[in-house]
């Protein structure tokens, strides 16, 4: 030992050298046992729940709405094809299985690579200190970061075993565009599930985790490629897949695009959803992963939808081409694709309605850009549209037949309401053309006028007063001081019964039915329907739907008739689960409230029948093949809105179209012609497999004589026989009341 001592005196830049490794040891060992007791503890990965969204579903499935900052799909491990997971191993962490958190060998071989390559600089961070870094640590290159992140990961290795460590990891990382764990970016980049991936789909997600912005496959599809051939070029290294399947994986083209905001089917009601479920549970209800199945049939959403914009696009087609929305500058070189990105941002495509920006334009052909880089070519009388039209012109466009037309947004709005009139579950709810342009619920919330779709509420009171389906009514023409309505095609008989008076919607008859019941007594009659009553004029025009209703109010109001007098409360929101699939909350659908007689209801559905079969509203019988419809046409003055309100035993619906600033639709639209076909496309669904359905007469209360029915206590003399065939004044209600506009 004294030798050893001496040896070292002697020569004291020997002991220093041997010294030195020691205390920096020693000194290591406290810090790191500093840092040891600082590490935060591992809640948040051994009892892991991922920030996963809230989710909106139809009643069959279908997912409709999503909101939350992160998109995630937490697939188990087990769930993850095996393919995936060797991959990444082989990419991220060869030695995974092996090391106890930290890859001293992978340090060394990064070590030696980044001094003999020092511009292609190489990392050794395992999965489990990537998991650390991306749970409890921040990005930032420190020693001290990079001293927490390595113990981090020899704690977690500690705690969890390797497949929960890899299942957390994989469902955690960050992949771009805000998808989060591989089962969100499938769906986000290739839009399918995990075991449906492409070797070369494998390949590009697995080299995301390196940098998921920059080797984004959709904004750099060029960097995606190349980062994609090295993971093949690993693959096969390691044995995973041979030189072959590389080389075709390679070669294919990805079926990858743009991501363009797509409309969703049911995005008002979603949003409706979204508003609900947020006041219930606050703003935990984007991250907790709750899931809310709705009421909503998703094939008769879908078909309202699609039915509604046609009827938009249709409409829009009859109006004069308004020009390019803006037109570009559009720079030569990088800034170029900067240009397009800012305006396919600033104007998303619109469901099926794309946006393009002009390329070129010469007399024989328009070439265009799309959002995804799809390039197309208008002929014909685009080009007559677009003359003067500029590079850089954005326009809009829509496919039909095959074929890429020039089109525009409609500035008009719509909406479709269809409900159980069992339940009052609501099974389609469109608040208007796109969400993305207006978030205005035009079904709940737009109070418009209803025009002569709210005569059978009027047919109905003076049924209850003793009238049947054969009572005369005058269908002269009718003037009370300045005000002089008239018929809506302009013909006037002396009397019609008040099946044809319906039928034919003829105005005047509705006004002797108000002028015989009184404005006061009509007004609240309307109001068992769920009306807002002081939304109803009190005078004359309420006959002829002047007060302000709601598409939602209408489909409930018909919903009545459909079910027996008895008024339905719409409701939407079935059921809400957690993220474990444990329900929270199960609705009890709301009590009925009786808004008229079932004898009334069936003598009014009996009105409304014949309007389906000969009046109005038979274009929606020929459209379905079916004679057990119930329905009335409503378009108001100068046609500014346009309805189709009817019903079937199995579903009741309203469908109203219109400008959100009341104006002119045209001088040739109607409410048969734009909304009575929504109303029968989204019925065909609806009503498929259906068979015919009859309603039935209630079992006691009524009489039938011959082919009519009536109140028993109303049959033979008692029943109402005529109106206003004399000519009589006013009643004093109606002479009181505010004169009509």
């Known amino acids: 030992m004294r030798a050893m001592l001496k040896f070292f005196v002697q020569r004291p830049w020997l002991g220093a050298l041997v010294a030195l490794p020691l205390v920096v040891l020693l000194i290591g060992a406290i810090v790191a046992t500093f840092i040891w007791a600082q590490l935060p503890e591992l809640d948040a990965l051994t009892d892991y729940q991922p920030h996963q969204p809230l989710r909106v579903l139809s009643e069959d499935g279908q997912l409709i709405g999503e909101f939350g900052a992160e998109r995630r799909r937490f697939v188990p491990l087990k769930d993850m094809p095996k393919p995936l997971q060797d991959a990444l191993l082989a990419v991220e962490d060869s030695d995974f299985y092996a090391h106890s958190g930290i890859d001293y060998s992978g340090i060394l071989r990064a070590m030696l ?36 992140e390595g113990l981090l990961a020899i704690k977690i290795e500690k705690n969890l075993s390797k497949e929960q460590i890899l299942e957390i990891y994989m469902n955690q990382i960050s992949l771009g565009n805000k998808a ?40 750099y599809p060029e960097r995606a490629k190349r980062r994609q051939a090295v993971v093949l070029g690993r693959l096969v290294a390691v044995g995973q897949i041979t030189a072959e399947q590389a080389q075709a994986a390679r070669e294919k083209p990805l079926d990858v695009r743009r991501p363009r905001r797509l409309s969703g089917v049911a995005d008002h009601a979603a949003e409706q959803v979204r508003a609900e479920i947020v006041t219930r549970y606050g703003e935990e209800a984007y991250t907790r992963g709750l899931t809310v199945t709705t009421t909503l049939r998703y094939a008769e959403q879908a078909a309202a939808q699609e039915a509604l914009r046609h009827a938009l696009f249709e409409l829009e087609r009859r109006q004069p081409y308004r020009g390019p929305e803006t037109t570009l500058a559009l720079p030569e070189g990088a800034e170029f694709d900067e240009a397009l990105d800012s305006a396919f941002d600033t104007y998303p495509d619109l469901g099926e309605l794309r946006t393009a920006v002009l390329m070129e334009l010469d007399k024989s052909a328009a070439k265009l850009v799309m959002a995804d880089g799809e390039r197309i070519t208008l002929k014909g009388n685009a080009l007559r549209s677009l003359q003067g039209a500029k590079r850089g012109a954005v326009v809009r ?137 002081a939304k109803q004029p009190l005078n004359l025009t309420l006959a002829l739907g002047t007060g302000s209703v709601t598409p939602l109010q209408m ?51 009996q009105l409304l029948a014949a309007v389906t079969r000969e009046g109005t509203g038979a274009r929606a019988s020929a459209m379905l093949g079916r004679w057990d419809l119930h329905g009335k046409t409503g378009t108001t003055n100068d046609a500014v809105d346009a309805w189709f309100c009817g019903f079937q035993a199995t579903r009741a619906g309203a469908v109203w179209i219109g400008y959100p600033q009341p104006k002119s639709l045209g001088e040739r639209e109607s409410g048969g012609g734009l909304a009575l076909p929504v109303w029968a496309a989204t019925m065909a669904v609806a009503l498929k497999g259906q068979p015919i359905t009859p309603l039935a007469p209630p079992s006691e209360g009524l009489v039938k004589v011959g082919e009519d029915w009536f109140y028993e206590e109303f049959a033979g003399d008692l029943a109402i026989a005529r109106i206003g065939l004399a000519a009589p004044e006013a009643p004093a209600s109606a002479a009181a009341s505010e004169p009509p506009p």
């Open 180 to 219: 989060y764990g591989f089962g969100a970016a499938a769906e986000r980049y290739f839009g399918k599930p995990l075991d449906k991936l492409s070797t070369g789909e494998i390949a590009v997600l697995v080299g995301l985790p390196k940098d998921p912005n920059r080797l984004n496959p959709v904004l």
């Open 113 to 148: 690579h980044n001094l003999l390559h020092p511009r292609s600089l190489q990392g050794a961070s395992t999965i489990t200190q990537q998991l650390a870094r991306n749970i409890f640590l921040t990005n930032r290159q420190t020693f001290a970061r990079k001293a927490q």
């Open 555 to 605: 489909a409930q109001g018909y919903a009545a008739f459909a079910n027996g007098g008895q008024l339905p409360t719409a409701w939407l929101i079935d059921r809400v689960q957690d993220a474990q699939g444990a329900v929270l909350w199960k609705a009890e659908p709301p009590r009925f409230k009786t808004a008229v007689s079932a004898r009334n209801a069936f003598m009014t559905s």
């Open 397 to 533: 466009v829509l496919e039909s037949g095959g074929q890429w037309q020039l089109s525009q947004v409609p500035q008009a709005e719509g909406a479709v309401v269809t409900l159980d009139p069992a339940s009052g579950a609501i099974r389609a709810l469109v608040g208007g053309f796109d969400f993305a342009r207006n978030q205005f619920n035009s079904a709940t919330q737009a109070f418009r006028q209803p025009g002569s779709a709210f005569k059978p509420f009027i047919y109905s009171a003076l049924i209850d007063q003793g009238a049947w389906a054969g009572t005369l009514v005058s269908d002269a023409p009718f003037e009370q001081g300045d005000w002089a309505p008239r018929n809506y095609d302009g013909q006037y008989e002396e009397a019609l019964t008040l099946r044809q008076g319906l039928a034919k919607s003829k105005n005047m008859v509705t006004i002797r039915l108000v002028q015989a019941i009184g404005p006061q007594r009509a007004r609240a009659w309307a109001a068992r329907f769920g009306f807002d009553e």
